[in-house]
């Protein structure tokens, strides 16, 4: 990996994701819990001024997120958790954290979900030339 100095590199890449999604998820968290109430007392000053602001720095943000992604070859999942951490507040921070401890431990592993998740098992359609009970369960 090289220095944070390089911003032609994976680290650069990161670096710009990083600050764009802290300025996004703060932006997001002052509209939700700050501008939407206000809003609903009668004042939607805020709104109206930090909105736009903060749907330009979404949109620098997801140019950043897909140079990152593209640049560390992120599977689908983890493309989807960046655009989403602009919708959800405080979703931003978490997902920061982890693209940034993947990134700098350098692991490709695409993610996963959790042992404690149950997935549902089908049962598999019988191939040809199989008889129709010989077929096991498959994921």
Same mark, same amino acid.
């Given at each position: 990996?090289?220095?944070?100095?390089?911003?032609?590199?994976?680290?650069?890449?990161?670096?710009?994701?990083?600050?764009?999604?802290?300025?996004?998820?703060?932006?997001?968290?002052?509209?939700?819990?700050?501008?939407?109430?206000?809003?609903?007392?009668?004042?939607?000053?805020?709104?109206?001024?930090?909105?736009?602001?903060? #749907?330009?720095?979404?949109? !620098?943000?997801? +140019?950043?997120?897909?140079?990152?992604? =593209? &640049?560390? @070859?992120? /599977?689908?999942?983890?493309?989807?958790?960046?655009?989403?951490? #602009?919708?959800?507040?405080? !979703?931003?921070? +978490?997902?920061?954290?982890?693209?940034? =401890? &993947?990134? @700098?431990? /350098?692991?490709?592993?695409?993610?996963?979900?959790?042992?404690?998740?149950?997935?549902?098992?089908?049962?598999?359609?019988?191939?040809?030339?199989?008889?129709?009970?010989?077929?096991?369960?498959?994921?």
């Amino acid at each position: 990996m090289s220095t944070l100095g390089d911003f032609s590199g994976i680290d650069g890449a990161l670096l710009r994701y990083r600050v764009l999604a802290y300025v996004v998820g703060v932006g997001l968290a002052l509209l939700v819990f700050a501008g939407i109430p206000l809003q609903a007392l009668g004042d939607p000053q805020l709104v109206t001024i930090l909105g736009p602001i903060h #749907g330009v720095f979404y949109m !620098l943000y997801l +140019v950043a997120a897909l140079d990152l992604a =593209r &640049r560390a @070859r992120f /599977g689908l999942a983890e493309m989807l958790a960046m655009v989403g951490a #602009g919708f959800v507040p405080v !979703l931003a921070f +978490v997902i920061e954290r982890r693209i940034t =401890r &993947r990134v @700098r431990s /350098g692991t490709l592993d695409p993610w996963r979900l959790p042992a404690w998740v149950p997935l549902r098992r089908s049962p598999a359609a019988p191939g040809p030339g199989e008889p129709p009970g010989a077929v096991e369960e498959r994921w």
